[in-house]
Nanobody, 119 residues
Framework: VQLQASGGGLVQAGGSLRLSCAASGSIFSINGMGWYRQAPGKQRDLVATITSRGSTNYADSVKGRFTISRDNAKNTVYLQMNSLKPEDTAVYYC??????????????WGQGTQVTVSS
């Protein structure tokens, strides 16, 4: 299963960006989708996740500013980021896990998309 992420870029503090991540391949079902980020010299941290039933979870640092959503028909997960801060600068990675058509498990990562917030 392959993931294609898009939507990163350079934005001023207070601005907004929307990330997208589309999954393709031998997909039977998707259980969970999420976004993680990694700033230079730091570990990769959870930003937000969403289950197949639409339950969401957010890092405390992004609550109230970021919204995760998914389009099951398109196997796509989105991250709407508002009120961006310089500390949100990082490479953002999408993650999708589920079941393949031959009933194996998959856990795939996107290639990463850079988000840079200037002060």
């Amino acid at each position: 299963v392959q993931l294609q992420a898009s939507g990163g870029g350079l934005v001023q503090a207070g601005g907004s960006l929307r990330l997208s991540c589309a999954a393709s391949g031998s997909i039977f079902s998707i259980n969970g989708m999420g976004w993680y980020r990694q700033a230079p010299g730091k570990q990769r941290d959870l930003v937000a996740t969403i289950t197949s039933r639409g339950s969401t979870n957010y890092a405390d640092s992004v609550k109230g500013r970021f919204t995760i959503s998914r389009d099951n028909a398109k196997n796509t997960v989105y991250l709407q980021m508002n009120s961006l801060k310089p500390e949100d600068t990082a490479v953002y990675y999408c993650n999708v896990y589920g079941v393949t058509m031959d009933f194996g498990d998959f856990n795939s990562w996107g290639q990463g998309t850079q988000v840079t917030v200037s002060s």
